[in-house]
């Protein structure tokens, strides 16, 4: 923009961007006289100026988010001081390359964090530390340690349990691995055994014909549960307490169903003719032999 001086006429060229609203007065270098800016001047201020003002209202229209609002007012502030700096001042001028710098860095903080509802500032949810402390994982593992110990201790005091039931519902394939079973709980010593608590022996008779004894009973479950069929011990004692007769006689069906009773009969031969002998007949826990 050029500007003469009214006194002696000497003609200034003056940067429009320099100029503002509150410079009012000129002065001339060469005979000291001033004179006011012109009119065109602070018209062109004016437009630019509203012009700011408009981009700054619709800016804030657009954004409903508050965190993209002060990125976006952030980046025109700091588009704006570069622009006036370049303008400004000449180029390669390392002091004000250093200013722009830090006003770089400092807009880029600024918009790595958001402006809550009642203006407190909270950090974005990527700065956020997430808890990989290996000690939470190491408290843990006791935990599932012992939750299995507990765990594979209940499975060996109920097993006589689980096998009746696994005989109730899975006979088939229970019957293909339970002498395996059997072996694995006759190594680690705890035999698969029968609940004789809820087992009665009811009507158990034995009669002699000739040489031989017949044995007649009965096995009744008083439990709402199926029970693993016992194993039934018969002896035959003299009179001199000798015995004559030993005999365990085993089932085909190796559960006994709840609230149901299992009829047993055994014909045996004894090798004594004398007439007193005494029968007994026990119920045995164990279920196989070893």
């Given at each position: ?88 001042s000449p ?106 608590n809820h087992?009665?022996?009811i009507n ?87």
């Amino acid at each position: 923009m050029l500007e003469t001086c009214h006194s002696c006429g000497t003609v200034f060229d003056i940067d429009e961007n320099i100029l503002s609203k509150k410079i009012k007065w000129l002065r001339c270098g060469v005979c000291n006289e001033k004179w006011s800016v012109s009119s065109i001047v602070h018209e062109k201020f004016d437009q630019s100026t509203t012009k700011d003002r408009k981009k700054f209202v619709s800016t804030k229209v657009r954004f409903k988010n508050k965190s993209e609002q002060v990125k976006h007012e952030l980046a025109i502030i700091k588009s704006a001081v570069e622009d006036k700096t370049k303008n400004m001042s000449p180029k390669n001028n390392p002091v004000l390359e250093q200013k722009n710098k830090s006003v770089y860095e400092i807009a880029s903080e600024l918009s790595a964090s958001k402006v809550t509802k009642d203006g407190e500032v909270e950090v974005k949810s990527k700065n956020k530390v997430i808890n990989n402390d290996p000690s939470t994982k190491k408290n843990f593992i006791p935990f599932i340690f012992l939750l299995i110990i507990i765990l594979f201790s209940t499975l060996l005091f109920f097993r006589s349990v689980l096998l009746s039931y696994s005989f109730l519902y899975f006979p088939k394939y229970t019957k293909s691995y339970e002498y395996k079973l059997n072996e694995l709980f006759n190594y680690i010593k705890l035999p698969i055994l029968a609940d004789l608590n809820h087992l009665k022996m009811i009507n158990f008779v034995a009669t002699f014909q000739n040489e031989k004894v017949k044995f007649v009973g009965t096995i009744k479950n008083t439990s709402n549960r199926p029970i693993l069929a016992p194993r039934v011990k018969i002896l035959a004692i003299r009179e001199d307490r000798k015995i004559i007769l030993e005999k365990i006689i085993t089932f085909k069906d190796k559960i006994i169903f709840p609230f149901s009773e299992k009829k047993f009969s055994e014909m045996l031969e004894i090798n004594s003719k004398k007439e007193n002998i005494n029968l007994k007949a026990t119920l045995i826990k164990k279920i196989y032999d070893f």
